[in-house]
Nanobody
Framework: QVQLVESGGGLVQPGGSLRLSCAAS????????MGWYRQAPGKERELVAT???????NYADSVKGRFTISRDNAKNMVYLQMNSLKPEDTAVYYC?????????WGQGTQVTVSS
């Protein structure tokens, strides 16, 4: 089973961009469906984007056209490019990996969009 570590969060002004990275250690990464989720204060964790083992992608309506998920199986990495950020994108962002009914989470990285 893989272990996941996120990085790349921080403070950014509205309209700005950030790129989140998720490093996976362990075997079988290419067989995992990978995703990014987020949780804002006082709210439930929600899906942001997923990418399948065949690179098919899925996005929440709130981020379509602004965020892009990608993966590099050679490097065991997943990325989330976030453009045109809004204050409502402020949240802790979590990397997730799913395979054979089992789910693995990273520790999360804080993204704050504020002027």
């Amino acid at each position: 089973q893989v272990q996941l570590v996120e990085s790349g969060g921080g403070l950014v002004q509205p309209g700005g961009s950030l790129r989140l990275s998720c490093a996976a250690s362990g075997s079988g990464f290419s067989f995992y469906v990978m995703g990014w989720y987020r949780q804002a204060p006082g709210k439930e964790r929600e899906l942001v984007a997923t990418i399948s083992i065949s690179d098919s992608t899925n996005y929440a309506d709130s981020v379509k056209g602004r965020f892009t998920i990608s993966r590099d199986n050679a490097k065991n990495m997943v990325y989330l490019q976030m453009n045109s950020l809004k204050p409502e994108d402020t949240a802790v962002y979590y990397c997730n990996g799913r395979r054979l009914g089992r789910s693995t989470w990273g520790q999360g990285t804080q993204v704050t969009v504020s002027s």
